[in-house]
Antibody, heavy 120, light 108 residues
Framework: QVQLHQSGPGLVKPSQTLSLTCAIS??????????WNWIRQSPSRGLEWLAR?????????DYAVSLRSRITISPDTSMNQFSLQLKSMTPEDTAVYYC??????????WGQGTLVTVSS | DIQMTQSPSSLSASVGDRVTMTCRAS??????LCWYQQMPGKAPKLLIY???SLQSGVPSRFSGSGSGTEFTLTISSLQPEDFATYYC??????????FGGGTKVEIK
């Protein structure tokens, strides 16, 4: 059974960088048949796909166009996890952040979610 | 980006009712459509993919239909555990997945 467990801070100050980690059990971050995603949800923006990373003989990543200049997704094969970094946080980035496994573009396993509040 | 529009935004129903909700895409997406159920404070749960394929472990009272731009999720006999918010998601424009705004199913 695949499980995803998220960790990271719940409060970030404006202009700081958010770092979240998603630990994988029951699958491998290096699997060549799935992708590992970050999604966020807020009342104002709804569910919003942010980024994905996947391995197909080499590592690939994709990002939402609106966040491309601020966001990085990184796999960690030694820990079997992947992470998200989002720079220059503003109150508009306040949301619940989820990691999720993607299989043929369906998101079949999700982390528990992390409420991230941007406030001084 | 492909826009997904769900209707209604909320509905009231009773246990045992047949419930139907709609998702419309701003352009044709063939059958690249998923449905999720979200309980308060929980992550979304995949119910349906490929417009009509039931995810493993999902009760058969859930069904999906449609293709192109219009899709439907039906719950044949609403159960107490089905009161939740339901989201559709297009999967044709991968990785730029986009979601509908949700339909909240409330107790009548």
């Amino acid at each position: 059974q695949v499980q995803l467990h998220q960790s990271g801070p719940g409060l970030v100050k404006p202009s700081q960088t958010l770092s979240l980690t998603c630990a994988i059990s029951g699958d491998s971050v290096s699997s060549n048949s799935v992708a590992w995603n970050w999604i966020r949800q807020s009342p104002s923006r709804g569910l919003e796909w942010l980024a994905r990373t996947y391995f197909r003989s080499k590592w690939y990543d994709d990002y939402a166009v609106s966040l491309r200049s601020r966001i990085t997704i990184s796999p960690d094969t030694s820990m079997n996890q992947f992470s998200l970094q989002l720079k220059s946080m503003t109150p508009e980035d306040t949301a619940v952040y989820y990691c999720a496994r993607g299989t043929d573009s369906r998101l079949d396993y999700w982390g528990q979610g992390t409420l991230v509040t941007v406030s001084s | 980006d492909i826009q997904m529009t769900q209707s209604p935004s909320s509905l009231s129903a009773s246990v045992g009712d047949r419930v139907t909700m709609t998702c419309r895409a701003s352009q044709a997406i063939a059958r690249y459509l998923c449905w999720y159920q979200q309980m308060p404070g929980k992550a979304p749960k995949l119910l349906i993919y490929g417009a009509s394929s039931l995810q493993s472990g999902v009760p058969s009272r859930f069904s999906g239909s449609g293709s192109g731009t219009e899709f439907t999720l039906t719950i044949s006999s609403l159960q107490p555990e089905d009161f939740a918010t339901y989201y559709c998601q297009q999967a044709i424009d991968s990785p730029r997945l986009t979601f509908g705004g949700g339909t909240k199913v409330e107790i009548k």
